[in-house]
């Protein structure tokens, strides 16, 4: 018989609704059997001083070359009124002057100011200064007068038309270096603000260390860091902080790998350093990226004690980068790279009567910092690697046998390299093993179940850099698209589910500047006066704020959720808060109807709901419209042992129910 018409509708409309609805997912929580313990570091931060995060952001200095140090020693200085050298040797000039080839701080800046009324010499600050309105800003400067009649430097905060929004002065006397100080007050918000120097009298007068901080920092700290930044990562409850990089760590030679003992002690005696993100790619060249180091590891162990993050060191193992020079440390050299490590623990952990405690303690902090993680190496690969591994492991070990070692596997998750390092620090019985991906979200979302046919009894992994690329690695035109952040969150409830061997996870880079990245996409976007979360850094949050203390199953016909109808999942109890916690991710175009089961606790009602959402894959968050995508919470009433939830498309949802 030949259908009708009728016929041919109705099954068009059947075919219609197979292809585009879902049948609802019928999924079971058993919440009174734990299958493993979360670890506390489950979901962490990877710090890295890349896309200005340090300098120029976290670190809130805000003059840049403030000790005329960087190989162009007046970059960042403008003298404005220059005839064609550069200098206005008219009313004055600037130059640097190199006073030692010893010591860390070798340079200063020599002012020559021959007519006070036109002689100016203004610090152009990170892409400019940010100030706010009635906010006050600490100057710090040292000056010597050597001859003449200089007997005030006038400070001003200008913008970008040379407004004056703030000013004070500094009255300087006698020819030997003398530190000064003076507060400004800004009356106008302004992101491109300058400072801008003048003087009273003629005559030579040295400057060095010219440093300003706004009052408000973190904790109100000195030398300290910007609040938001920091309340964002605070906000996040981050299980541990990895620091300093990255490739930082190992830098583009050896000579600029990162020394942690260069950054600690009196902030003017740390030597500055190329940053190596400076010249790395041709697409964003930043000639004016160094590190000061003002921003050292004291500064990262304060920092992780903060946010209440365990603070995780990553050393130079002897290798430089391996996509650089890839410069070898010879085997019988690399003693004072296992020394770092060593003398390492000691300024985290020692008594103050010890060399290096002592280092910590006269820096304000006598109390030890209570750290259980050394990183070695970070992303190296080879024989190479494994060689110079079992030198630090050797050492640390017999010195410190409490110390968690991490080991690293290169730069990708899976290849000849990743292999080798896999089979060699597996012999090694090696504790935590560092993974780094950079994927498609497409792999994001297929490699859910990478962690399930782990050896439970094998080394645990720190999957310590990863993040969803839109475009390709390391592209300039990556975004930190709706698409991207919730194909993160999919792989997360995979690594959540196999928390028995996933100890830590880090999505990376942490931090980038609107004009100074280099690299995208990144987790926090700022410029100088603001700051705001992309949707993977609210995937990070809502994962960090909700990570549970012990691992529940949830499944589907006594199966994983691992994409069976886009759907991905995992849950977890936690017994501090007394709450069951699922967490959902719809990656369908569709919203999904679902229920679950929940057996094995008496829950309470009353619940909430945590979503994430956007019906549009390219969405994202903005300076002008920064919370766009950001979780929305509500209440959610349980009736009876099941609870029925309704999953929009491309969804994360957090279902949290407390036990009675
Ligand atoms: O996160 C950016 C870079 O990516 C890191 O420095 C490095 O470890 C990785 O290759």
Redesign the pocket.
């Given at each position: 018989m030949k259908p009708n018409l009728i016929t041919k509708i109705t099954l068009c409309g059947f075919l219609l609704n197979g292809l585009y609805s879902q049948a609802q997912s019928k999924l079971e929580v058993n919440t009174s059997k734990t299958i493993t313990k979360i670890e506390p570091t489950m979901y962490g931060v990877?710090f890295?001083d890349?896309n200005f995060a340090a300098d120029g952001g976290l670190y809130a200095e805000m003059v840049k070359n403030r000790s005329f140090e960087f190989d162009d020693r007046l970059m960042g200085w403008k003298q404005p009124k220059s005839d064609k050298h550069n200098y206005n040797t008219e009313s004055g000039i600037a130059v640097p002057v190199q006073f030692s080839q010893k010591g860390t701080n070798h340079n200063y800046c020599r002012v020559t100011v021959k007519d006070a009324k036109g002689y100016e010499i203004i610090n152009e600050g990170f892409r400019g200064m940010g100030v706010k309105s009635g906010a006050k800003y600490n100057l710090t400067l040292k000056a010597a007068n050597q001859s003449g009649t200089i007997s005030k430097i006038i400070v001003q905060l200008i913008d970008k038309d040379n407004k004056v929004l703030g000013e004070s002065s500094i009255a300087v006397s006698g020819n030997s270096w003398k530190e000064y100080t003076t507060q400004l007050t800004s009356n106008a918000t302004e992101a491109k603000a300058k400072l801008r120097f003048t003087f009273e009298g003629t005559g030579v007068i040295d400057l060095d260390m010219i440093s300003m901080f706004p009052e408000d920092t973190w904790k109100g700290r000195k030398n300290g860091m910007r609040k938001d930044l920091v309340q964002l990562l605070y906000d996040m409850q981050p299980g541990f902080l990895r620091f300093p990089?990255?490739?930082?760590v190992e830098g583009r030679t050896l000579a600029q790998r990162y020394q942690w003992k260069k950054s600690v002690g009196a902030v003017e005696d740390r030597e500055i350093l190329i940053n190596r993100w400076n010249t790395e790619f041709e697409h964003k060249p930043t000639p004016d990226y160094f590190q000061s180091f003002g921003l050292g590891f004291f500064e990262y162990f304060q920092l992780s004690e903060d946010i209440g993050a365990s603070p995780l060191p990553i050393l130079s193992c002897g290798m430089a980068c391996q996509?650089n020079t890839g410069e070898l440390v010879p085997m019988d050299k690399l003693d004072p790279y296992v020394q770092d490590a060593i003398d390492l623990i000691e300024f985290a952990n020692g008594g103050t009567d010890t060399p290096w405690g002592k280092v910590r303690s006269d820096m304000g902090h006598p109390k030890p910092f209570n750290l259980k993680f050394i990183g070695v190496g970070?992303?190296q690969w080879g024989p190479d690697y494994i060689e110079r591994f079992k030198v630090f492991e050797k050492a640390i070990k017999s010195k410190y046998p409490n110390i968690t070692i991490v080991s690293g596997s290169g730069?990708f998750p899976e290849g000849d390299y990743f292999e080798y390092a896999q089979t060699e620090l597996k012999k090694l019985n090696a504790e935590i093993v560092d993974e780094?991906y950079?994927k498609s979200p497409e792999w994001f979302r297929k490699n859910v179940t990478r962690y399930d046919n782990y050896d439970r009894k094998g080394p645990k992994i720190f999957a310590g850099?990863y993040a969803a690329q839109s475009v390709a690695i390391a592209s300039p035109e990556n975004k930190n698209n709706w698409e991207c952040a919730f194909s993160e969150a999919a792989f997360m409830t995979g690594m959540e589910r196999n928390a028995e061997v996933v100890h830590l996870t880090s999505y990376?880079?942490l931090f980038a500047h609107e004009e100074g990245w280099q690299?995208t996409p990144d987790m926090i976007w700022f410029n100088n006066l603001e700051s705001f979360g992309t949707p993977n850094y609210y995937v990070q949050k809502m994962f960090a704020n909700n990570k549970g203390t012990d691992l529940l199953a949830i499944t589907q016909d006594g199966k994983a959720l691992i994409g069976q109808n886009d759907l991905f999942a995992s849950a977890v109890k936690d017994t501090n808060t007394k709450e069951v916690i699922v967490k959902l991710v719809n990656t369908s175009a569709k919203a999904q109807d679902i229920s679950i089961d929940l057996k094995g606790t008496k829950l309470e009602s009353k619940g909430k709901i945590i979503t994430l959402a956007s019906s549009d894959l390219n969405d994202e968050n903005s300076f002008s419209n920064p919370k766009k995508l950001s979780p929305k919470e509500s209440e959610y009433t349980l009736k009876g042992e099941k609870a029925a939830l309704n999953l929009p498309a491309y969804s994360v949802t957090i279902l949290k129910l407390k036990i009675k």
């Amino acid at each position: 018989m030949k259908p009708n018409l009728i016929t041919k509708i109705t099954l068009c409309g059947f075919l219609l609704n197979g292809l585009y609805s879902q049948a609802q997912s019928k999924l079971e929580v058993n919440t009174s059997k734990t299958i493993t313990k979360i670890e506390p570091t489950m979901y962490g931060v990877f710090f890295e001083d890349i896309n200005f995060a340090a300098d120029g952001g976290l670190y809130a200095e805000m003059v840049k070359n403030r000790s005329f140090e960087f190989d162009d020693r007046l970059m960042g200085w403008k003298q404005p009124k220059s005839d064609k050298h550069n200098y206005n040797t008219e009313s004055g000039i600037a130059v640097p002057v190199q006073f030692s080839q010893k010591g860390t701080n070798h340079n200063y800046c020599r002012v020559t100011v021959k007519d006070a009324k036109g002689y100016e010499i203004i610090n152009e600050g990170f892409r400019g200064m940010g100030v706010k309105s009635g906010a006050k800003y600490n100057l710090t400067l040292k000056a010597a007068n050597q001859s003449g009649t200089i007997s005030k430097i006038i400070v001003q905060l200008i913008d970008k038309d040379n407004k004056v929004l703030g000013e004070s002065s500094i009255a300087v006397s006698g020819n030997s270096w003398k530190e000064y100080t003076t507060q400004l007050t800004s009356n106008a918000t302004e992101a491109k603000a300058k400072l801008r120097f003048t003087f009273e009298g003629t005559g030579v007068i040295d400057l060095d260390m010219i440093s300003m901080f706004p009052e408000d920092t973190w904790k109100g700290r000195k030398n300290g860091m910007r609040k938001d930044l920091v309340q964002l990562l605070y906000d996040m409850q981050p299980g541990f902080l990895r620091f300093p990089g990255g490739c930082i760590v190992e830098g583009r030679t050896l000579a600029q790998r990162y020394q942690w003992k260069k950054s600690v002690g009196a902030v003017e005696d740390r030597e500055i350093l190329i940053n190596r993100w400076n010249t790395e790619f041709e697409h964003k060249p930043t000639p004016d990226y160094f590190q000061s180091f003002g921003l050292g590891f004291f500064e990262y162990f304060q920092l992780s004690e903060d946010i209440g993050a365990s603070p995780l060191p990553i050393l130079s193992c002897g290798m430089a980068c391996q996509f650089n020079t890839g410069e070898l440390v010879p085997m019988d050299k690399l003693d004072p790279y296992v020394q770092d490590a060593i003398d390492l623990i000691e300024f985290a952990n020692g008594g103050t009567d010890t060399p290096w405690g002592k280092v910590r303690s006269d820096m304000g902090h006598p109390k030890p910092f209570n750290l259980k993680f050394i990183g070695v190496g970070n992303e190296q690969w080879g024989p190479d690697y494994i060689e110079r591994f079992k030198v630090f492991e050797k050492a640390i070990k017999s010195k410190y046998p409490n110390i968690t070692i991490v080991s690293g596997s290169g730069p990708f998750p899976e290849g000849d390299y990743f292999e080798y390092a896999q089979t060699e620090l597996k012999k090694l019985n090696a504790e935590i093993v560092d993974e780094h991906y950079y994927k498609s979200p497409e792999w994001f979302r297929k490699n859910v179940t990478r962690y399930d046919n782990y050896d439970r009894k094998g080394p645990k992994i720190f999957a310590g850099e990863y993040a969803a690329q839109s475009v390709a690695i390391a592209s300039p035109e990556n975004k930190n698209n709706w698409e991207c952040a919730f194909s993160e969150a999919a792989f997360m409830t995979g690594m959540e589910r196999n928390a028995e061997v996933v100890h830590l996870t880090s999505y990376a880079p942490l931090f980038a500047h609107e004009e100074g990245w280099q690299w995208t996409p990144d987790m926090i976007w700022f410029n100088n006066l603001e700051s705001f979360g992309t949707p993977n850094y609210y995937v990070q949050k809502m994962f960090a704020n909700n990570k549970g203390t012990d691992l529940l199953a949830i499944t589907q016909d006594g199966k994983a959720l691992i994409g069976q109808n886009d759907l991905f999942a995992s849950a977890v109890k936690d017994t501090n808060t007394k709450e069951v916690i699922v967490k959902l991710v719809n990656t369908s175009a569709k919203a999904q109807d679902i229920s679950i089961d929940l057996k094995g606790t008496k829950l309470e009602s009353k619940g909430k709901i945590i979503t994430l959402a956007s019906s549009d894959l390219n969405d994202e968050n903005s300076f002008s419209n920064p919370k766009k995508l950001s979780p929305k919470e509500s209440e959610y009433t349980l009736k009876g042992e099941k609870a029925a939830l309704n999953l929009p498309a491309y969804s994360v949802t957090i279902l949290k129910l407390k036990i009675k």
